[in-house]
Structures are given as C-alpha cells and as structure tokens.
C-alpha cells in the first residue's frame, strides 16, 4: 500500500491525495510535522516539504511530478486529456493554482490563519490577510469566467486543473476564507467537484484547534 505523508490541510497534499482517491489506489496517511525537521522525513525529502509519497518501491517529493506519474503509472480514469494543446491547458492552470493562487492567496490566508499557530510562528499578519482576502475575489472572478466558457476548468473533462484549483479552495473553505455567493458558477463546480468519492476522506479532516465550518462536509451548501 502507498503511504503518503501529508498536512490535512496543505493543498498540494490534498491535489495528490485526490489523485490517488479518484484512481482508487489505497494510500497510508501519515501526518508530517514538516516544520519539525525530523530526521528522518529530511532524509525523505531534504527540502523538508510535504507531500512525500512512498508507492510502487519509490519514494517522491514535489505534489505535480507526483501527480505526472501517478498519472502516467495509473492512466485510468484519466485526469490529463490527450491532446498537446489540452494538457498544456491543464498544466497552466494546475502552476496558475498552485503557484500564482498559492502565492497571492493560500499563503497570505491559511498560513497566516493556521500554520503560524501550528508551527508556534506569532500571530497573523494583519496585512497579509487582508491582502489574501482581497486577492481570492480576483481569482474567483477568473474561474468564473473559465467556467462561462467551459464545463470544467481547463475544457469539457474533469482534470487535474480541478483537484489542483478544489484543493486550494477546499483548505480555504475549512476555514471560511471563500464567499461562494460571488459566482454561482463556481459555487456550483465546486459543488459538482465536493459530492465524488475521492473528496470523502478530505471533507473528514479535522485540525485540532481549528473545528471547520458547519457548511464544510455539506454536499448541498
């Protein structure tokens, strides 16, 4: 069985556990206290980051070139589409989440929120919030425009530009830091992305200390 050493809410972590669920490949979780410097995860993964998998005799750092070969390992069902064009598609938009909504958003509201207290790290930067606060309506606003134009984010299947983009937004909903009344749109893919089976085990996270909203595990919210 694979073992994956995770953060609950670290959305790079969530990208790769939702690959995993969606193709039914059982996974061990195990909880990484990364911040720690463990020994041993270091020798796992010496930039000390999360998420690290150990599948198939290997042992692999990096959330995308997980998902790249969980992918290519396990083709079915697939989460890239076949053509150049698409996957690059998917690709953009899997590093526009992962890097650009990350840096703007996810890095100025969850870790400002969660991590500090986590790691013992100070209180929230009061700027930095309201800098993420301000940053997720832009960003919002552009999936709602994707979403005007497409089925699902980067074309007419389901992709990895999804789970990318649902688990940013899933570790910001546990915390309340998204307004789903802004786009109906996108309220209503995430809400279509919430209700599969590979999202069960992420909606059962729980943080001690940070209990999630009421709305969280609602599949009709």
Same mark, same amino acid.
């Given at each position: 069985?694979?073992?994956?050493?995770?953060?609950?809410?670290?959305?790079?972590?969530r990208?790769?556990?939702?690959?995993? %669920? !969606?193709?039914?490949i059982? #996974? @061990?979780?195990? $909880?990484e206290? =990364?911040? &720690?410097?463990?020994?041993?995860?270091?020798?796992?993964?010496?930039?000390?980051?999360?998420p690290?998998?150990?599948?198939?005799?290997?042992?692999? %750092? !990096?959330?995308a070139?997980? #998902? @790249?070969?969980? $992918?290519?390992? =396990?083709? &079915?069902?697939?989460?890239?589409p076949?053509?150049?064009?698409?996957?690059?598609?998917?690709?953009?938009?899997?590093g526009?989440?992962?890097d650009?909504?990350?840096?703007?958003?996810?890095s100025?509201?969850?870790?400002?929120?969660?991590n500090?207290?986590?790691?013992?790290?100070?209180?929230?930067?009061?700027?930095?919030?309201?800098?993420?606060?301000?940053?997720?309506?832009?960003h919002?606003?552009?999936?709602?425009?994707l979403?005007?134009?497409?089925r699902?984010?980067?074309?007419?299947?389901?992709?990895?530009?999804?789970?990318?983009?649902?688990?940013?937004?899933?570790?910001?909903?546990y915390?309340?830091?998204?307004?789903?009344?802004?786009?109906?749109?996108?309220?209503?893919?995430?809400?279509?992305?919430k209700?599969?089976?590979?999202?069960?085990?992420?909606?059962?996270?729980?943080?001690?200390?940070?209990?999630?909203?009421?709305?969280?595990?609602?599949?009709?919210?």
């Open positions: 069985m694979a073992k994956l050493y995770h953060v609950p809410l670290s959305p790079f972590c990208k790769v556990r939702l690959s995993l %669920a !969606e193709k039914k059982e #996974c @061990e979780l195990v $909880e206290r =990364y911040w &720690e410097q463990d020994p041993d995860f270091l020798r796992r993964n010496p930039a000390a980051k999360v690290v998998i150990r599948i198939d005799g290997k042992t692999m %750092a !990096e959330s070139a997980i #998902c @790249e070969w969980i $992918e290519e390992k =396990y083709p &079915e069902p697939s989460l890239m076949r053509s150049a064009d698409a996957r690059y598609e998917v690709r953009r938009l899997v526009w989440f992962d650009k909504f990350h840096h703007e958003v996810t100025k509201l969850l870790y400002e929120r969660v500090k207290k986590l790691m013992k790290a100070g209180f929230p930067d009061s700027g930095n919030v309201k800098s993420g606060a301000k940053a997720v309506k832009y919002l606003d552009y999936m709602a425009w979403l005007d134009h497409r699902w984010l980067a074309g007419d299947s389901m992709t990895l530009a999804d789970f990318a983009a649902a688990a940013h937004l899933s570790s910001l909903d915390i309340s830091d998204v307004d789903w009344n802004r786009s109906s749109v996108v309220k209503d893919w995430y809400a279509k992305i209700s599969r089976p590979a999202f069960r085990s992420i909606l059962a996270d729980q943080v001690p200390g940070f209990p999630p909203p009421a709305h969280y595990a609602d599949l009709d919210f």
